[in-house]
């Protein structure tokens, strides 16, 4: 037992070094604590502990679906009736995209991504790049509803507009979004069929109680997260799994949840200082190319959501600033921490490198798209 503990110990602190994300935003935080200390009350709300909750009880869910095994038994029935990897390269993003505008873009991501990687387990999808078209997707699909992600709740609970007249001025936006997106996935996938590997596709017993243990406790997260007790459904989350599968628990990407709360109170606290604020105040707003690139802009610096708290009480037009925050999702990992979440629910080498190769150039090419359509339209 001592030698497994030893052994344990050790892969946890052999994987610590390289969460290079995880050291930089705790050394943000550390030396902006020490340059500009806050009250706690500051770094308490900073943390957004509602949201890291909220998270922990959506990686307990998803664990317990991937460890039932549901998810292997899913993929291998459907990649066994498509033929083309383009084919199931566009159904898989076109099925986050969907999902996004319902259950918001990190709960579309946790259920897609998992079953991405269970497919290219059994066959030649390439994994990685299915993950960094699912993260484009997520952005795109929930840039057309108020509930798809945070930046588009936050404003339109600010702005008080109908449901359908947010969607509606939304559309151009997304529509255009995801015909590039759609486009990229013909492209970059290679011109192939789906080869199956007969031999992964057994071996994948399925138990049907933590199946539905862990479906039930997805529907409640979601719920729960959309009524404001993110802690006590996580809560009530531990005691089951803690019972029926406690290697679940164990098996959560901790390091992700780390990750998060460095960024939150790095950012956080970036974006609350003086010589942020002054910046920000000389940007005239009312001219429509400075609001669209200073979302952008930071959204690559802060990400898209505290770019959006940032931003939003000093802007005239809200939902100019809703297509901005938007398309500031694409480019830097950062952009939207979406992009994070797929990267790391696909756990594949160098991904972070290519995420960036094609990240980036998405972003140069869909910002000036994007602002033509809607200037277009407008």
């Given at each position: 037992?001592?030698?497994?503990?030893?052994?344990?110990?050790?892969?946890?602190?052999?994987?610590?070094?390289?969460?290079?994300?995880?050291?930089?935003?705790?050394?943000?935080?550390?030396?902006?604590?020490?340059?500009?200390?806050?009250?706690?009350?500051?770094?308490?709300?900073?943390?957004?502990?509602?949201?890291?909750?909220?998270?922990l009880?959506?990686?307990?869910?998803?664990?317990?679906?991937?460890?039932?095994?549901?998810?292997?038994r899913?993929?291998?029935?459907?990649?066994?009736?498509?033929?083309?990897?383009?084919?199931?390269?566009?159904?898989?993003v076109?099925?986050?995209?969907?999902?996004?505008?319902?259950?918001?873009?990190?709960?579309?991501?946790?259920?897609?991504?998992?079953?991405?990687?269970?497919?290219?387990?059994?066959?030649?999808?390439?994994?990685?790049r299915?993950?960094?078209?699912?993260?484009?997707?997520?952005?795109?699909?929930?840039t057309?509803?108020?509930?798809?992600?945070?930046?588009?709740?936050?404003?339109?609970?600010?702005?008080?507009?109908?449901?359908?007249?947010?969607?509606?001025?939304?559309?151009?936006?997304?529509?255009?979004?995801?015909?590039?997106v759609?486009?990229?996935?013909?492209?970059?996938?290679?011109?192939?069929?789906?080869?199956?590997?007969?031999?992964?596709?057994?071996?994948?017993?399925?138990?049907?109680?933590?199946?539905?243990?862990?479906?039930?406790?997805?529907?409640?997260?979601?719920?729960?997260?959309?009524?404001?007790?993110?802690?006590?459904?996580?809560?009530?989350?531990?005691?089951?799994?803690?019972?029926?599968?406690?290697?679940?628990?164990?098996?959560?990407?901790?390091?992700?949840?780390?990750?998060?709360?460095?960024i939150?109170?790095?950012?956080?606290?970036?974006?609350?200082?003086?010589?942020?604020?002054?910046?920000?105040?000389?940007?005239?707003?009312?001219?429509?190319?400075?609001?669209?690139?200073?979302g952008?802009?930071?959204?690559?610096?802060?990400?898209?959501?505290?770019?959006?708290?940032?931003?939003?009480?000093?802007?005239?037009?809200?939902?100019?600033?809703?297509?901005?925050?938007?398309?500031?999702?694409?480019?830097?990992?950062?952009?939207?921490?979406?992009?994070?979440?797929?990267?790391?629910?696909?756990k594949?080498?160098?991904?972070?490198r290519?995420?960036?190769?094609?990240?980036?150039?998405?972003?140069?090419?869909?910002?000036?798209?994007?602002?033509?359509?809607?200037?277009?339209?407008?």
């Amino acid at each position: 037992m001592g030698m497994t503990a030893s052994a344990a110990a050790s892969s946890w602190l052999n994987r610590l070094k390289h969460e290079w994300l995880l050291w930089l935003f705790a050394a943000l935080a550390l030396v902006l604590g020490v340059i500009d200390p806050q009250p706690w009350t500051r770094y308490q709300r900073w943390l957004q502990w509602p949201t890291l909750c909220g998270l922990l009880g959506l990686l307990i869910a998803i664990q317990g679906i991937r460890d039932s095994g549901l998810i292997q038994r899913l993929a291998g029935a459907l990649v066994a009736r498509l033929h083309s990897l383009r084919g199931v390269g566009l159904l898989l993003v076109s099925m986050t995209a969907v999902l996004s505008m319902v259950l918001t873009n990190d709960v579309s991501l946790f259920l897609i991504v998992p079953l991405t990687v269970a497919i290219g387990g059994m066959s030649n999808l390439p994994i990685l790049r299915m993950a960094i078209l699912e993260a484009l997707a997520v952005n795109a699909g929930s840039t057309l509803s108020p509930i798809g992600n945070p930046q588009n709740l936050l404003i339109w609970q600010h702005t008080q507009i109908p449901f359908m007249q947010f969607v509606g001025s939304m559309f151009p936006v997304a529509l255009a979004m995801f015909v590039l997106v759609a486009a990229l996935t013909w492209i970059w996938l290679p011109k192939e069929r789906v080869q199956l590997y007969a031999d992964r596709l057994d071996g994948h017993p399925v138990s049907a109680s933590l199946a539905l243990l862990s479906f039930v406790s997805l529907a409640m997260m979601v719920l729960m997260m959309e009524h404001g007790h993110a802690p006590l459904g996580a809560l009530l989350l531990v005691a089951p799994f803690a019972l029926f599968s406690w290697r679940s628990l164990v098996r959560i990407d901790w390091f992700l949840m780390a990750t998060f709360a460095a960024i939150f109170l790095g950012l956080g606290h970036f974006a609350d200082l003086a010589i942020v604020d002054r910046a920000i105040g000389k940007i005239d707003f009312n001219q429509p190319l400075a609001l669209y690139l200073s979302g952008i802009v930071s959204s690559q610096l802060i990400s898209n959501v505290p770019a959006t708290v940032l931003l939003l009480n000093r802007v005239p037009d809200a939902m100019a600033l809703a297509v901005a925050v938007n398309v500031g999702g694409f480019g830097l990992v950062i952009g939207s921490l979406a992009n994070l979440i797929a990267l790391r629910l696909a756990k594949q080498p160098h991904a972070m490198r290519l995420f960036h190769e094609v990240s980036v150039p998405f972003l140069l090419v869909c910002a000036p798209f994007v602002y033509l359509a809607v200037r277009l339209l407008a």
